[in-house]
């Protein structure tokens, strides 16, 4: 079985200031990571994935993430936050093998930048 | 149509009701996701459609549950003599069907069922 962990359900930084938000992944063979954020009364809105190659991925917004295979992880970082990325971020993760094409998500973290 | 839409936005049924949730995926994109997300977590996989087959719906609670996609486009959400725990968000979501699960999804706003 996949399972994602997101073990912060938030994460407080002051704009201008780097951010991270966790995600650590467990499944069977590879994985596709995907990272997703969520506004207010909004469905939830892609952001990037890893599917394969270079283990740094670059998304919308100035949004990146690394993926670290050892240490099954995928973070989601950006260099310098802004108060409009205040909102709920989810990382999913899906298996590459056994013909599952439904992906799992995490609980989610609450990002909220502060001015 | 940029975007996946769903209908209505928000329902209050009574208990014991019965309720039909609609999704209007992007054209074109053969795969189509129900998820359910309730207060302070991610979404729950309901059922998957490949065209107008459902080719998983591992993720449906009980028999009360049942989703169609007759034409291989919108899709309805059914629950029968609805509960209170039934209450939730009920989140669509579509994909472009090739690509090995590779693809990302695109989320409707999500309908926002209550049930009294």
């Known amino acids: 079985a996949q399972s994602v962990a997101q073990p912060e359900d938030q994460v407080n930084v002051a704009e201008g200031n780097p951010l991270t938000v966790k995600c650590t992944y467990s499944v069977s063979g590879n994985p596709y990571l995907f990272w997703y954020v969520q506004y207010p009364n909004r469905g939830l809105q892609f952001l990037l994935k890893y599917i394969t190659g270079d283990n740094l991925v670059k998304g919308s917004y100035g949004f990146e993430a690394e993926f670290n295979k050892s240490q099954t992880s995928f973070h989601l970082k950006k260099p310098s936050a802004l108060v409009s990325d205040s909102a709920l971020y989810f990382c999913a993760v899906r298996g590459v093998s056994g013909g599952s094409y439904i992906p799992t998500f995490g609980r989610g973290t609450s990002l909220i930048v502060h001015p | 149509g940029a975007g996946v839409s769903q209908t209505p936005s928000n329902k209050v049924t009574e208990k014991g009701k019965y309720v039909e949730l609609r999704c209007d995926p992007i054209s074109g994109h053969t795969a189509l996701y129900w998820y359910r997300q309730s207060l302070g977590q991610g979404p729950e996989f309901l059922i998957y459609?490949?065209?107008?087959?459902?080719?998983?719906d591992s993720g449906l609670p009980n028999d009360r549950f049942f989703a169609v996609r007759p034409e291989g486009s919108v899709s309805t959400l059914k629950i029968q003599r609805t509960e209170r725990g039934d209450s939730a968000v009920y989140l669509c979501a579509s994909s472009l069907g090739e690509g090995q699960g590779s693809n990302e999804q695109f989320f409707g706003p999500g309908t926002r069922l209550t049930v009294l």
């Open positions: 459609f490949q065209g107008t087959g459902a080719a998983d």
